[in-house]
């Protein structure tokens, strides 16, 4: 698993107006290639009538998966350079589809290259951009006289608290980086005198907004 990867932040749409065309980007997030085909044609559906529906997704850690489609524009126009967005920005399990609604003047093979490339990139600006972060969620149990001190540390921690539980004892649920479980537990035993029992949880990804 990636320590960390940057993604869309989520289903979005951005419209610009290029030459009188309409270019309208559509973004998702996709975890497979059966998930990128099935948003793409729900757009096409959407936009039966448009001129095109042209789409570009990448997935997989390694970017084993990519694909671009030009959905009529002269060949290598469209797709390729939504695709090229994608990669420019680092993205990762992201899929685009631009529909165009031709506007009657024809751009040429540049001006296409450039509409659909800024086409994703505005877009991208406008829906977002997430980084997810791995981390490690500790499971810290402490009785009840160490709960202020505890808390009011963590919180001014590079630690952050997910949760707490109050049974017999109080249990914290921290996420931390997998490089840095033993700095913690250390930290964690220090601050309660050795009072406090330290458990691994699962691994999560965790997200943040991202600002190029």
Known sequence: ??????????????EIVIEK?????????????????????KIKKQHWNATHNCSAYLIGENDQIQKANDDGEPSGTAGIPMLE???????KDTCAVVTRYFGGIKLGAGGLIRAY?????EGLNHVGITERKLMRVMHTKVNYTWI????????????KLKNIHYADEVEFEIY????????????????????SENKEGIQIYLEEAFNN
Do not use: D
């Open 21 to 41: 065309s309409r270019f309208i980007c559509h973004l998702n997030r996709v975890n497979s290639e059966e998930e990128a085909q099935h948003f793409i044609q």
């Open 85 to 91: 967005v994608l990669k420019k920005r680092k993205l």
């Open 117 to 121: 490339g800024k086409s994703v990139s």
């Open 176 to 195: 931390v980086k997998e490089s840095e479980k033993q700095s913690f537990t250390q930290w964690i035993t220090e601050l309660t005198n050795g009072k």
């Open 1 to 14: 698993m990636l320590q960390s990867y940057l993604t869309v932040s989520g289903e979005g749409i951005y």
């Open 148 to 159: 202020g001190k505890l808390e009011n540390e963590l919180r001014t921690s590079p630690y």
